[in-house]
């Protein structure tokens, strides 16, 4: 069975820094390239953050650009999501999703983390 | 503001057959790139429903068809049934933003 769960979620002070974890299993992680999406309170679904199979591609949407750093670990079956200088427009639930490629459907979502920035 | 654009909503009656239409551009449904849909139950994460523009993963029935033409794409669900009451979602990949893009959702209701 596939399974996706995010932990690390919480709530920061603007400006603060948080780390998402998404640990898998039940597939060959290494395989698929992973994504990060979030959704703010009442609002529709954003990709932040995409990373391929091997790391070597990485893609933000501009909102985050400079700001987010997706990462990987294969050998641990894992993706992170590492949030810094975070906005009141961050504040949402970030869900970890498999794809097979930026054009590719995202098959396998996680329950979600929230985030919540306020001062 | 999304660059795949869905109406709000939609409302049909049990049985009734409803369409959700999903408008983009030439940078992404116009460019060829395939659509996808997700469905969204309240308090839920986002599930898979049509892939590839029109195929159906394992276990989603056949009331629900997608289709294709030029910039834009649809969802059909015949037959509505009251537990297809939720938030319906496209996705495409876009060129020059050169990330995936998802539609701003369409919420289902089952009069």
């Known amino acids: 069975e596939v399974r996706l769960v995010e932990s690390g979620g919480g709530l920061v002070q603007p400006g603060g820094s948080l780390r998402l974890s998404c640990a898998t299993s039940g597939f060959d992680f290494s395989s698929y390239d992973m994504n990060w999406v979030r959704q703010a309170p009442g609002k529709g679904l954003e990709a932040v953050a995409h990373?391929?199979?091997?790391?070597?591609?990485?893609y933000y949407a501009d909102s985050v650009k400079g700001r987010f750093a997706i990462s990987r670990d294969n050998g641990h079956s894992s993706v992170y999501l590492e949030m810094n200088d975070l906005r009141d427009e961050d504040a949402a639930m970030y869900y970890c999703a498999r794809g097979g490629s930026r054009w590719s459907p995202f098959d396998y979502w996680g329950q979600g983390t929230l985030v919540t920035v306020s001062s | 503001q999304s660059v795949l654009t869905q109406p709000p909503s939609v409302s049909g009656a049990p049985g009734q057959r409803v369409t959700i239409s999903c408008t983009g551009s030439s940078s992404n449904i116009g460019a060829g790139y395939d659509i996808h849909w997700y469905r969204q139950l309240p308090g839920a994460a986002p599930k898979l429903l049509i892939y590839g523009t029109r195929s159906r993963p394992s276990g989603v029935p056949d009331r629900f068809s997608g289709s294709k033409s030029g910039t834009s794409a649809s969802l059909t669900i015949s037959e509505l049934q009251a537990e297809d009451e939720a938030n319906y979602y496209c996705?495409?990949?876009?060129?020059?933003?050169?990330?995936?893009?998802f539609g701003e959702g369409t919420k289902v209701t089952v009069l």
């Open positions: 996705q495409s990949y876009d060129i020059s933003l050169s990330g995936g893009v």
């Open positions: 990373i391929s199979s091997d790391s070597a591609t990485v």
